[in-house]
């Protein structure tokens, strides 16, 4: 299914969008992608939700990308006796690991690792950062605090801790069953929650053994402080900009995504921008003016993803929430400025043959009236690698394995066409043009350029590049191959 854009659209599933025809629905409007959340729902819905995309995907002929996001620990307080009870700034308020319910003093929190962690002067969150508590004296199984902004304090409200790096996992044992269902389910993608540190991903890489790739959320300030080792570890980044700005100052986040968003395009690994980007969508049919700013903002910058999550999973108006971003993404693209901003910031260090073909790919493709790059992989690498130089013109994936088709939906400005095994280089160059003529990318007597590898089917040999027209009697006349 051809789109107009480059950036793609993550859609989360919920109760909106459920049924088969809400999700082809959310497909057909643009949704390239689909996040199951491991937050909501029992093995069975997800199971049914991932059978529908996948029957969806025959249906159209299409490969779909599928995300399953998984939960992460969940550092929550107790319940309290009233149901609640109204913190006042100044008040002292102590949280220990006693399980009697809570009063207007004090509060089980039943987590000794964040008081292993907590030193005096740390800061306490509690109700998404609407509460602020400062650590006057700590211990193994308490913590004194003094009510620094007040409010209503309730049964199981979530707890962060911005200022220090938690003895914690990524992973509970939620997760790990999560992790171990959805990797036998087939998912593509599998988005880590709570990632402080590259170990966490590391962690969460043995217990996938390759049968997803590896997406870790930056919603910790450690994460952002050991981004680069996170990165390196990583297949790709989703910025978490919600939990993000609950740890952070907010007026830190927006320089905080654009720079991680332009590591990511360096290393040439997608980066989903997410949280809120339509959040009015939930109750209205119009998203407000300042949204419709975040997500332009977010696609200025080079993300190759934007996301939706209430809006798609439990809104009033889930198909328009999708049309939205996808009008947004092709005005903006067809924006001069948007050009001479992905030119602009292409600054990458090359050092491999297959980085001086896709450069050259782009070069060529750029300077003469090309109309596509078509480029055969295996492991995907070529067409991120390709991605990542922001052609003005269509990039077409070509593969024969439809796990790597998927992975790609991902992937700025890669559209995936599934070929059968290879093993001659013209039969790539036909391939190609067939593909580019069926897609609607070029006539017959246009040309495309095809980057690949010699021997084929081996990952990581990218070595040729050529320049081919779309007509076969053409191809077989001028390509003794």
């Not at 057909?28 to 029957?55: P, T």
């Not at 989903?272 to 003016?289: D, F, G, H, K, W």
């Not at 095809?450 to 076969?472: D, S, W, Y």
């Amino acid at each position: 299914m051809r789109r107009f854009r480059n950036v793609k659209i993550v859609a989360t599933l919920g109760p909106a969008s459920e049924t088969y025809d809400s999700i082809r629905a959310l497909h057909e409007a643009g949704a390239d992608v689909f996040r199951l959340n491991m937050s909501h729902g029992d093995h069975d819905s997800i199971r049914e939700k991932h059978r529908i995309i996948r029957q969806i995907e025959t249906d159209l002929d299409s490969p779909i990308c599928i995300l399953a996001d998984l939960q992460g620990p969940k550092l929550r307080v107790g319940s309290f006796a009233n149901g609640e009870e109204e913190l006042v700034p100044g008040a002292a308020f102590r949280m220990d690991l006693d399980t009697a319910e809570g009063t207007i003093d004090r509060v089980c929190l039943p987590h000794p690792e964040i008081f292993a962690a907590l030193k005096p002067g740390s800061s306490l969150l509690v109700n998404d950062g609407k509460i602020r508590l400062k650590v006057t004296e700590c211990g193994a199984d308490f913590a004194e605090t003094q009510v620094v902004i007040g409010g209503a304090i309730s049964n199981r409200k979530g707890v962060n801790v911005p200022d220090v790096v938690l003895p914690l996992a990524a992973l509970s044992d939620k997760d790990r069953a999560d992790l171990e269902f959805v990797c036998q389910l087939g998912v593509d993608w599998l988005a880590l929650s709570f990632v402080q540190r590259a170990k966490d991903v590391d962690e969460a890489r043995a217990l996938c053994k390759g049968r997803a790739a590896i997406l870790s959320k930056i919603e910790k300030p450690s994460a952002v402080e050991w981004f680069d080792n996170i990165l390196a570890a990583s297949d790709g980044i989703m910025v978490a900009r919600g939990d993000l700005g609950v740890e952070l100052p907010v007026q830190n986040v927006p320089p905080i995504q654009k720079r991680l968003v332009r590591k990511c395009r360096a290393a040439a690994k997608p980066v989903i921008v997410a949280t809120q980007m339509l959040e009015s969508m939930v109750e209205s049919p119009m998203p407000t003016r300042a949204e419709v700013s975040d997500v332009a903002a977010a696609i200025y910058e080079g993300a190759d993803a934007i996301m939706l999550s209430a809006e798609s999973a439990a809104g009033d108006y889930p198909v328009e929430a999708v049309t939205t971003m996808d009008n947004v993404a092709r005005e903006v693209e067809s924006d001069p400025t948007y050009t001479e901003i992905m030119e602009a910031s292409r600054k990458i260090k090359r050092t491999s043959i297959a980085d001086g073909i896709v450069a050259a790919a782009r070069e060529i493709a750029e300077a003469t009236d090309i109309k596509a790059i078509c480029c055969f992989t295996q492991s995907g690498t070529t067409a991120l690698l390709t991605a990542r130089e922001r052609p003005r013109v269509p990039i077409m994936a070509l593969t024969n394995l439809r796990g790597t088709a998927r992975r790609l939906a991902l992937s700025w400005g890669v559209n995936c066409v599934m070929c059968g095994e290879l093993e001659r280089f013209k039969l790539a160059v036909i391939n190609a043009a067939r593909a580019a003529r069926a897609q609607g990318y070029a006539e017959p007597l246009d040309q495309i350029v095809i980057t690949a590898g010699v021997p084929f089917n081996v990952p990581g040999t990218t070595n040729i590049l050529r320049i081919a027209p779309c007509q076969e009697s053409l191809i077989y006349s001028t390509d003794p191959g």
